[in-house]
């Protein structure tokens, strides 16, 4: 275990400190170093925030899922009211130049009340109402204050997580498919009456026909991983991110690195986030109870997911979705969050059981639902 998490650091540390030189140099040429400095602040809470999160037995933090869900949606519900507006989303609470972003948080506390929930109701997991009906009323208010910032990928992320975090509980397949059904329906009718996102799926069908318009950051994109090739044209000699990648220094950042240190680097990206997950999951897979494996789960599936969807957005595998890559992205709430969960996985990989034993879900064995996980 102690490898594992030396692995864990070493990757999340590695793909930060590569994300402070990534970010200086596709922000340079606008605004010097302004967003270096802020990262650079971020980072330095994210970090305190992961030490103090190992240090700190995880399952403390089961005490007060409740309460920290309730102060994430506190949070959602405040910057809808009183949050401002940026590109027309209402994401974000400022203070006096402090921006905090509710729906990064959410993503944590949705987590770790899930982890909760699964393991004190062990035994009601595999049941419609216990399983699916009462975790859904918590999952439901989360996604619609997401829904309406209005934030689509963010939700749909959400929910993905939630509903495998709920069936590595023990919910069963054929409860959880017609509420995903549905809510596949809605959000499926929302982007057709939504003219912005509907372009933007349309211009992901045909990227070289709308690269004058919308869909001008993944054609740029496609460009600069062309340009790049394996070794890349040097650090700093992106042309891409001279005004044709809008968002170069968060979402699409990947390209720049493309770009400028080519495939090569972006390949090593690549496999910094599959060593975090496996890592993750064999942690996870360690844990010494359902709750430390549903919590470990969570963080690893938050951090994969995300990754996950960021690289095929930039590499147009799927359409713009606006979820920022992990560790790297400029974007303090989020960086925040991440680090968080790093510190939250060392502490379950800390006090994981060290005798080995078969797969601790809640949904599992006899051991689990009699509650014998020491």
Request: proline share 4%; net charge positive; hydrophobic share 55%.
């Amino acid at each position: 275990m102690k490898a594992v998490s030396t692995l864990l650091v070493f990757c999340a540390a590695g793909l930060l400190a590569f994300g402070m030189v990534a970010l200086y140099s596709a922000s340079m040429a606008q605004v010097g170093a302004h967003w270096l400095m802020q990262q650079l602040v971020w980072s330095a809470l994210g970090l305190v925030a992961a030490v103090a999160a190992a240090s700190i037995d995880y399952r403390h933090w089961q005490k007060f899922a409740w309460v920290i869900l309730g102060l994430a949606v506190l949070l959602l519900g405040l910057v809808l009211a009183c949050g401002i507006v940026v590109k027309g989303a209402r994401r974000w609470l400022d203070w006096g130049g402090f921006r905090l972003q509710p729906s990064e948080f959410a993503k944590l506390a949705l987590i770790l009340f899930l982890a909760h929930y699964g393991d004190r109701y062990q035994r009601k997991m595999p049941t419609l109402s216990g399983g699916v009906l009462l975790p859904s009323l918590a999952i439901g208010v989360v996604l619609g204050l997401v829904f309406v910032e209005p934030d689509r990928g963010t939700t749909v992320f959400l929910a993905a997580v939630s509903a495998t975090l709920l069936l590595l509980a023990g919910v069963r397949w054929l409860h959880v498919l017609p509420p995903l059904a549905m809510a596949a329906a809605a959000l499926a009718f929302s982007l057709a009456h939504d003219p912005m996102r509907w372009t933007r799926i349309m211009s992901y069908l045909d990227v070289e026909a709308t690269k004058e318009g919308v869909g001008m950051q993944a054609w740029h994109a496609q460009l600069a991983f062309g340009a790049g090739g394996w070794t890349g044209l040097g650090l700093g000699n992106g042309r891409q991110k001279l005004g044709f990648i809008p968002e170069q220094h968060t979402d699409f950042i990947l390209p720049v690195i493309g770009e400028e240190l080519g495939l090569v680097a972006s390949l090593l990206v690549v496999l910094a986030y599959v060593v975090i997950v496996f890592s993750g999951f064999y942690i996870a897979w360690r844990a010494r109870e359902p709750f430390g494996f549903l919590l470990a789960a969570g963080i690893t599936l938050m951090i994969g997911v995300q990754a996950i969807v960021n690289i095929s957005v930039v590499t147009s595998v799927l359409p713009n979705k606006g979820l920022p890559l992990p560790f790297i992205s400029y974007g303090g709430s989020n960086l925040l969050v991440m680090l968080t969960g790093i510190g939250l996985l060392l502490s379950v990989a800390r006090h994981a059981n060290a005798r080995a034993g078969s797969l601790p879900t809640a949904a599992g064995t006899a051991e689990a639902e009699s509650h014998e996980f020491v």
